[in-house]
């Protein structure tokens, strides 16, 4: 049986795909992709839009809160005026309430417009002229009722100067309230057409937006729609290809057994009647014939041998797995006694790690187990004391490694091994690193192996060095670990 490194690619490749069938395969991709962005720029914009017609709201509403700060600065001057004027005619006391509250009106209401429009350079300027002016009207206000508070009776021509007065003061004060509001309500007019223009604008990203989702969702049900058809219509022939192919396993089946049939009766006559003759004419036969008759009957045996082997190997890719848990300390010792059995007079130091669990065909598994550690005893019998093991690895989660956390199988020896220059050669039907008169076998066990580890989703390599030994590792598929490690549990 030859001795061969790495793993035989065959299976791994494929006819490459057309570019026309590549292009088909990318054509929804790339439509996802556009819906996608189509999506997205249109939530983009009404984003934007939302946020515009947020901020033109905001400025609206404060437009409408310096207005009404304007109107209730105008509404404290008349309060303040109105009561100067009435304690000033009358000395009635209760006069003076509406004056101190439109007073203290006055001032809250310039100290909140001030803050209110510090945006506004050309309010903050008329802001800047009318303070001044308006605390001069208020300190003429205050100094007059003084004045009325200490004459027992009111003089007319000094009430009469006073009123004058003040009307002139109160018609600038009122002529800067309405600049003030005039500019205000300028810009709430400007404020109220931006707004207009952002609802429009908002309105349209959201038609557009639903006009976008309705098309998109209009695709998306054509593209559905086209791919369940040509999924249906693959299933069909699926269907189909799957019945001509269990047609042609079942007369591939036939013509195997009937190969084999036809095969085995010739080399079976060869092989009996090769022994007849010796037995008949053995004695009269000189030493070189002899010797011919005993390798016709040993190249009938083998091709046999190699009948079988390939008829296993063809079964193999057809057998439907039957997976569970799998003791492969127990398979590796029942082996190793039949091969110990065969040759008692053989030493070798044999170590089994005990509880090697697998998840797999129990069948094929031991297949595997009995190519592998028949190669390590047939490789190493020239070893005076031959070393042979089977252990599990497993590095669960480890950082860096490239089996995924998976257990891997090893099966190693100190016996022949092989050049690794020749690994492409590895696990390759009838290939054989070593001749025939040095170590029998067919070249079929590797390639089984392959076959087998392949089935189960596994992969399987080896390392060796020429007079070193070799050792194989094989997996079984990550989804094998992870059911393993779930029948372990408690």
């Known amino acids: 049986m030859p001795r061969m490194d790495g793993d035989h690619h065959g299976d791994q490749g494929g006819e490459p795909e057309l570019p026309a069938a590549r292009l088909r395969h990318r054509l929804p991709e790339a439509g996802w992709i556009a819906a996608v962005a189509v999506l997205a720029g249109v939530f983009w914009l009404s984003f934007r839009n939302t946020e515009r017609l947020i901020d033109d709201a905001s400025w609206r509403q404060h437009t409408y809160q310096v207005i009404a700060e ?121 404020r109220d057409r931006a707004m207009r223009r952002s609802v429009r604008r908002a309105n349209q990203s959201l038609a557009g937006g639903l006009a976008a989702g309705l098309g998109l969702l209009a695709v998306a049900f054509l593209a559905i729609r086209r791919e369940i058809g040509e999924r249906r219509q693959a299933e069909a022939d699926l269907r189909r290809a799957n019945a001509r192919l269990e047609s042609a396993n079942a007369e591939l089946d036939a013509f195997c057994y009937s190969v084999s049939h036809d095969l085995r009766a010739p080399l079976r006559a060869i092989d009996g009647f090769s022994l007849a003759l010796r037995e008949d004419v053995g004695g009269r036969l000189a030493p070189g014939e002899h010797e011919l008759l005993l390798r016709i009957r040993a190249a009938a045996q083998r091709m046999a041998q190699l009948i079988d082997d390939l008829l296993r190997l063809s079964r193999i890719s057809r057998t439907a797995l039957a997976r569970r848990p799998v003791d492969l300390s127990a398979l590796a010792a029942d082996i190793v006694a039949g091969l110990r059995g065969r040759e008692p007079a053989r030493r070798a130091a044999i170590a089994i790690q005990p509880e ?135």
């Not at 004056?99 to 945006?119: E, F």
């Not at 490694?401 to 220059?421: H, I, S, T, W």
């Not at 189960?456 to 007079?467: D, F």
């Open 70 to 190: 304007i109107r209730a600065l105008a509404a404290g001057l008349i309060d303040a005026q109105t009561g100067e004027r009435g304690y000033l005619l009358t000395g009635n006391e209760g006069f003076l309430a509406p004056y101190r509250s439109g007073r203290q009106q006055i001032a809250a209401h310039l100290a909140a417009l001030q803050a209110l429009t510090l945006d506004n350079p050309r309010q903050q300027r008329r802001l800047a002229a009318f303070v001044p002016a308006a605390n001069a009207e208020l300190d003429a206000l205050e100094r007059a009722i003084a004045r009325r508070g200490a004459a027992a009776v009111p003089a007319s021509p000094v009430i009469a100067a006073a009123e004058s007065a003040d009307r002139r003061t109160m018609d600038e004060l009122r002529s800067r309230v309405a600049a003030l509001e005039g500019e205000e309500n300028g810009l709430l007019a400007e």
């Open 356 to 490: 090697v669990r697998a998840y797999g065909d129990e069948r094929l598994l031991r297949i595997v187990l009995e190519n592998l550690l028949g190669n390590a005893w047939k490789f190493s019998r020239h070893q005076p004391e031959a070393r042979i093991e089977l252990t599990c690895e497993r590095e669960a989660g480890a950082a860096g490694d490239r089996n995924g956390g998976e257990p891997v199988y090893l099966v190693r020896d100190d016996g022949a091994g092989f050049d690794m220059q020749y690994a492409g050669q590895l696990f390759a039907a009838f290939q054989r690193l070593h001749s025939a008169s040095e170590f029998e076998g067919t070249g079929i066990g590797l390639a089984t192996v392959a076959r087998i580890v392949h089935l189960h989703g596994g992969r399987v390599w080896a390392e060796a060095a020429v007079g070193r030994g070799a050792a194989f590792r094989f997996t079984l598929g990550e989804g094998a670990g992870a059911l393993l490690s779930e029948e372990s549990k408690p």
